[in-house]
């Protein structure tokens, strides 16, 4: 029971500043805390991904199991992990004006890479 009392004198002193907030200045502050809290796991999915993260991307893009472990598998080989398997196929879907499903399918069979690695200012290799 010791503890509580504790706990209360203790918040009794951390809220002090937020005594005379008015609900709108409270909802601002709440809302840059919990930036605050989110930013480093935001910039940590955008800095780091794996083969299984990307595989379950080309998944919900319609490709079987199969198909996409070929893509990432390709993907990582052409140095674009970092822009994501999925990213990849869109990438040239778009610049190819193809469904999701073609895009896929020429990367599968060694198409189109030269044109998305441009596009992203990667240089090819090998």
């Known amino acids: 029971m010791n503890d509580d009392k504790s ?3 203790d918040y009794k002193q951390r809220h002090t500043h937020l005594k005379n907030k008015t609900d709108g200045e409270l909802k601002t502050y709440f809302w840059s805390l919990a930036e605050k809290a989110v930013n480093p796991l935001i910039h ?19 490709f079987s199991s199969l198909e996409a472990k070929v893509i990432v598998e390709k993907t990582i080989e052409h140095g674009l992990i970092g822009k994501g398997a999925g990213h990849v196929v869109y990438r040239l ?14 990367l599968i069979n060694d198409e ?8 992203f200012g990667v240089t090819s290799r090998g």
Do not use: C
């Open 112 to 119: 189109g890479w030269k044109t998305v690695k441009e596009s």
């Open 93 to 106: 879907s778009q610049l190819n004006d193809l469904s999701i499903r073609d895009a896929g399918s020429r």
């Open 7 to 9: 706990r209360m004198d």
């Open 44 to 62: 940590l999915a955008r800095t780091h991904t794996s083969p299984a993260i990307e595989r379950s991307v080309l998944l919900r893009m319609g």
